[in-house]
Nanobody, 116 residues
Framework: QVQLVESGGGLVQPGGSLKLSCAAS????????MGWYRQAPGEQRELVAS???????KYTDSVKGRFTISSDNAKNTVSLQMNNLKPADTAVYYC??????????WGQGPQVTVSS
């Protein structure tokens, strides 16, 4: 069993910042990557950012230059610093752990709301 515990999220005004953090615990072996997905109402879940154990990073185009993903392999944690937030960033954000075997684990998903 793998558990992903997230923290952060909340309500912020446009242009503001938030930081999401996620810690993995349990039977953690062979992690390929960790990252963040988001899902807005009526939309499909989409990748926001991911980072592999080797440090390779991907961002979806809409967050490049505004969001920064980081991880601590020794602690099995991943964080997402979100700056210059926009109303379009409003969504439930899910922490993801991708196993080398090809399956995924998901966190509960903190809500991020960007509104004035």
């Amino acid at each position: 069993q793998v558990q992903l515990v997230e923290s952060g999220g909340g309500l912020v005004q446009p242009g503001g910042s938030l930081k999401l953090s996620c810690a993995a615990s349990g039977s953690i072996f062979s992690i390929n990557a960790m990252g963040w997905y988001r899902q807005a109402p009526g939309e499909q879940r989409e990748l926001v950012a991911s980072i592999t154990r080797g440090g390779s990073i991907k961002y979806t185009d809409s967050v490049k230059g505004r969001f920064t993903i980081s991880s601590d392999n020794a602690k099995n944690t991943v964080s997402l610093q979100m700056n210059n937030l926009k109303p379009a960033d409003t969504a439930v954000y899910y922490c993801n752990l991708h196993h080398l075997g090809g399956w995924d684990y998901w966190g509960q998903g903190p809500q991020v709301t960007v509104s004035s």
